[in-house]
């Protein structure tokens, strides 16, 4: 009978039966992020388990998916596989998103645990929610600009919005801000719409805690404005606390739209909290009134990304300092021991010059014998005490003075 193939071999084997990244995503090296996100998703809600009940090649389809997306969506890895292949991409180390709707009660709890301990779970949404809004039975509701609207959503929902915009707002910029006072998970949602008439996912905007609230922004202003992937320093932080400082801008990337054009569009709070509903409150805002904002926050993406180039420089010295200096410390230590060797050895040379014998010094010797002469000086005075008492006794008694009356014999009255 053949063997039994140990994990490592069955992992090997995995390996090799791997497929290019690329190919399971139908998109070649070129394309864009956004080319490479619209094709995941569309593949990731054709395989996902909610539609395909028990189908394991269907299982497995949305794992290879999943994965492929996890390599090519991070700069990073693209880079190192497409410089290096597999070989360059820890497969122990990608982040899948969780659809929490196919997650049993158990796995939920769990994930919702690891959360609240701070830990990033990437979630994505139920395939339930997108495949209504592409087949256009989704409520959208009218959203004037400027007008904030308070609601709740419950745990994998979402509400939808619609926005109608002219030239002119467009051309000014547009703004949209969710923020829950409660702290819960939620996702900002924007989607496109297809020719058939329903909606396709095409933007999507964790929230995170700022201050007292979690809040989520899209900003359409005609310049990159970026957002921060909190799980990306994550891995780096715990091996390796410098690495997370010099790639802590690294995890801030472009959205894929920086501008609407004149039209109507589409947003969505999705319910992103594991057990109970989320409050929000939806505002989507004209730049026109925020002149000053707009400028400062244009000033403040790019001196971020000058920051990003000169904090990869400065790393390099950094380490080249940073080696120096252990190196420094390390001669430091073992010239203090060998000058206190040498220190000891001139001692050790001065003291054998004389003619007397040399005197033990042991410690723990002189110590015992002076203990044991103290004891024996202590046992002689209390029996030296003792016998004086005994004596001085049989004196008393000797010396006891009789009263006799002589003119009486002895044994009469």
């Known amino acids: 009978?053949?063997?039994?193939?140990?994990?490592?071999?069955?992992?090997?084997?995995?390996?090799?039966?791997?497929?290019?990244?690329?190919?399971?995503?139908?998109?070649?090296?070129?394309?864009?992020?956004?080319?490479?996100k619209s094709a995941y998703r569309k593949m990731a809600l054709k395989y996902h388990p909610d539609k395909n009940a028990n189908d394991d090649k269907a299982s497995d389809m949305f794992k290879e998916v999943t994965f492929s997306y996890t390599i090519?969506?991070?700069?990073?890895?693209?880079?190192?596989?497409?410089?290096?292949?597999?070989?360059?991409?820890?497969?122990?180390?990608?982040?899948?998103?969780?659809d929490l709707s196919s997650l049993g009660t158990v796995n939920t709890m769990f994930a919702a645990i690891?959360?609240?301990l701070g830990v990033p779970i990437k979630t994505t949404v139920s395939a339930t929610v997108l495949e209504e809004a592409?087949?256009?039975?989704?409520?959208?509701?009218?959203?004037?600009?400027?007008?904030p609207l308070c609601r709740k959503v419950e745990k994998q929902s979402a509400?939808?919005?619609?926005?109608?915009?002219?030239?002119?707002?467009?051309?000014?910029?547009?703004?949209?801000?969710?923020?829950?006072?409660?702290?819960?998970?939620?996702?900002?949602?924007?989607?496109?719409?297809?020719?058939?008439?329903?909606?396709?996912?095409a933007l999507q905007e964790d929230s995170s805690k700022t201050g007292k609230v979690t809040s989520a922004g899209m900003y359409f202003l005609g310049f990159p404005v970026y957002r921060m992937d909190p799980a990306h320093n994550?891995?780096?932080?715990?091996?390796?606390?410098?690495?997370?400082?010099?790639?802590?801008?690294?995890?801030?990337?472009?959205?894929?739209?920086?501008?609407?054009?004149?039209?109507?569009?589409?947003?969505a709070v999705y319910g992103?909290?594991?057990?109970?509903s989320v409050s929000y409150t939806i505002?989507?805002?004209?730049?026109?009134?925020?002149?000053?904002?707009?400028?400062?926050?244009?000033?403040?993406?790019?001196?971020?990304?000058?920051?990003?180039?000169?904090?990869?420089?400065?790393?390099?010295?950094?380490?080249?300092?940073?080696?120096?200096?252990?190196?420094?410390?390390?001669?430091?230590?073992l010239e203090m021991q060998a000058i206190d060797e040498l220190l000891k050895e001139r001692n050790d040379i001065h003291a054998s010059y004389t003619t007397s014998p040399r005197i033990k010094r042991s410690g723990s010797s002189s110590r015992g014998k002076n203990k044991s002469t103290v004891k024996d000086s202590e046992d002689g005075l209390e029996r030296d005490k003792k016998s004086f008492k005994e004596r001085s006794k049989k004196k008393r008694w000797y010396n006891l003075r009789l009263k006799v009356d002589k003119r009486k014999p002895c044994g009469t009255d």
């Open 1 to 36: 009978m053949p063997g039994h193939k140990s994990k490592a071999e069955k992992g090997d084997a995995e390996k090799q039966l791997r497929r290019d990244p690329y190919e399971v995503l139908g998109v070649n090296k070129n394309s864009t992020d956004q080319e490479i």
């Open 272 to 276: 992103d909290n594991f057990f109970k």
């Open 134 to 147: 592409l087949n256009g039975a989704v409520n959208i509701r009218p959203l004037p600009l400027g007008q």
């Open 234 to 267: 994550l891995t780096a932080a715990v091996k390796d606390p410098d690495a997370a400082f010099f790639k802590k801008l690294d995890g801030f990337q472009p959205f894929e739209l920086t501008e609407l054009k004149a039209g109507t569009h589409y947003f």
């Open 114 to 116: 690891f959360s609240k």
């Open 159 to 201: 509400h939808f919005y619609s926005v109608n915009v002219t030239e002119n707002e467009a051309r000014e910029g547009l703004v949209c801000r969710v923020y829950s006072s409660e702290k819960s998970k939620f996702k900002l949602l924007y989607f496109d719409r297809e020719g058939s008439g329903g909606l396709s996912l």
């Open 72 to 98: 090519l969506s991070d700069p990073d890895k693209r880079r190192q596989y497409d410089t290096a292949g597999f070989e360059a991409v820890d497969a122990e180390n990608q982040d899948l998103e969780l």
């Open 283 to 333: 505002e989507i805002l004209c730049a026109a009134p925020y002149p000053e904002e707009k400028e400062n926050l244009r000033t403040v993406e790019s001196q971020i990304m000058s920051k990003r180039v000169e904090l990869s420089k400065f790393e390099t010295e950094y380490r080249e300092v940073l080696a120096q200096f252990t190196e420094m410390t390390s001669r430091y230590a």
